[in-house]
């Protein structure tokens, strides 16, 4: 990975972006069952700062096809490299960590596969089935990577009949080719059409802070609109370390609240924007807005 090091040019954080973690019996309960059965969530090893509150609304996020990622994003912390072979046993091994945690909405996401002839979307598929088998109550949320915007592919993980479909756009057009490594715009503006074309709820989310202009987020939201996208998330792009891509600015929570104010006025069903919002966050709220909306 590049060196981005800059002693001078490292930002200071404003004081809407310190986390302060709070729990209560509810979130609790759900963070013991992890640690006493060894349970492994997104939401404990990536440190999320809604950890607690999604928890407490009985979400989390599970990460399948292992740790390590045949891509290397500028903006990301996941190990880069040659992965393992997909563990068969995973599905279950899912569906019974949702099981456990009496979660109402169970969000899987993963490195991406490009090793893979089918970018994994057969295990994917496995584990929709294993959840809904042994969890027959609990919506289904998946973030997927592009898979190259094959259709055949995307096909394979819409017909296990998951709540939601996501893929993350990640940033406006002009940043992708620096911030981005393999992933294409417009592959992932390709992948996402053809997730709401399948008559799914399809959802993307978007970093800002790594030096895009208002006309360039807006842009952005216009473009994943177009495609059918129901759901957006925007937040604060935090740097994982001084050797990936620097932060540009810290945006405030001001202008978070104004794009998604912009979004909702182009059409989408829900927006969570703000700094510490991630791409599951209130993940639940979003699915119940969108079938509300579809019943109206």
Known sequence: ???????????????????????DSSSAEVERIVREHSLHTICS??????????????????????????????????????????????????????????L??????????????????????????AIRQENPDATIELLIPDLDARAELIEIVAASKPDIIGHN???????????????????????????????????????VGLGESDDEVLQTLRDLRSVGVEIVTLGQYLRPSLEHYPVAAYITPEKFEWYRLQALEMGFSYCASAPLVRSSYLADAALESVKGKAAR
């Not at 109402?104 to 089935?129: K, N």
Request: hydrophobic letters at 40%; one cysteine or more; glycine letters at 6%.
């Open 45 to 102: 090893s990536g440190l999320c700062p809604n950890k607690a509150e999604c928890w407490r609304r009985r979400t989390a996020t599970f990460m399948i096809l292992g740790d390590i990622c045949t891509r290397g994003c500028k903006f990301c912390a996941t190990k880069t490299g040659i992965p393992l072979a997909p563990d068969p046993t995973e599905p279950a091994q899912v569906a019974e960590s949702v099981r456990l945690m009496g």
């Open 169 to 207: 756009i990640e940033t406006v057009e002009r940043l992708t080719p620096m911030v981005r490594s393999r992933a294409k715009y417009h592959t992932s503006l390709r992948a996402l059409e053809i997730i709401s074309s399948m008559g799914l709820v399809s959802k993307s989310g978007l970093m």
């Open 104 to 129: 109402r909405h169970a969000v899987v996401t993963s490195v991406t596969r490009d090793d893979l002839p089918d970018g994994g979307a057969r295990h994917w598929a496995a584990v929709v089935e």
């Open 1 to 23: 990975m590049p060196k981005f090091y800059d002693k001078v040019n490292v930002l200071k954080k404003p004081e809407w972006l310190k986390i302060r973690l709070q729990s």
